[in-house]
């Protein structure tokens, strides 16, 4: 519930929202009027690290992650929910505090289709701390990135004991796929360098490695009773948010 305005107290009225200091200065017994709290407030953590700069099919993992943000950001608009944005790579980057005003929202689409990284490394526990200072009332927080991250767990934790907290695992089909490479040679985005990987041998290797990296994170979100959905750079992101919110709303009823 938030306040709304004063009006004269009324018999039945609950005593404890008098307004006393309204009621001193008419000689009148003034009493708080509320009203419900209908919106929500949403706030989208966008990774824009080096890493999500891979793609081979579709579109690029940041092409991916910036269309998903900016459906959230529609829809929220469409609902008359606020939308903050947090833009992070090793740091927080730029911050948009909820508004629900259009011009709010369109500039927050804006930056989220146009922004040039500072930064090409990623650390999500930096993001996650300053959300948790700046916003103090319960809110729906979408974390939209590749999750090439470490030691984020506790701290997304404590997130989702205040918050709401879903994420959004972006990912290449060619990261779980590699051994259909007959060699491959690949780079570390973030940390700027090269690996070349012989077929057979080094290839399997690494995709064996890859899939347990991915089935670690999973298992860690789902440990802390964290949401969590997978989105394909060759697959429409519509598709999945419809059917990853549709079965939340079966788990909740």
Known sequence: MEFDEVREYQYGDDIKNIDWNVTARSN???TKKFMEERELTINILLDVS???KFGTKGRLKSELAVETAALISLAALKNGDKVGLT???EKVEKYYRPQKKRDHIFQV??????????????KLTNAIEFIQKVQRKRSIIFILSDMIVDNY???LYLLSKR?????????????????NLSAASLADLEEDYDVSLHPFRDVKNEE????????????ALLRKNIKSCELLTDRDPINDLVRF????KVVQS
């Open 28 to 30: 009148h017994l003034y």
């Open 50 to 52: 080096h890493s999500l």
């Open 87 to 89: 833009l992070f790579s």
């Open 109 to 122: 689409i804006r930056d989220i289709l146009v922004y040039p990284p500072i930064s090409g490394k990623s």
């Open 153 to 155: 767990e506790h701290a």
């Open 163 to 179: 918050h709401d907290v879903f994420v959004f695992f972006v990912a290449d089909p060619a990261e779980k796929t590699l051994s």
């Open 208 to 219: 064996k490695s890859l899939s347990s990296f991915f089935n670690r994170h999973k298992d």
């Open 245 to 248: 919110f549709n079965q939340m």
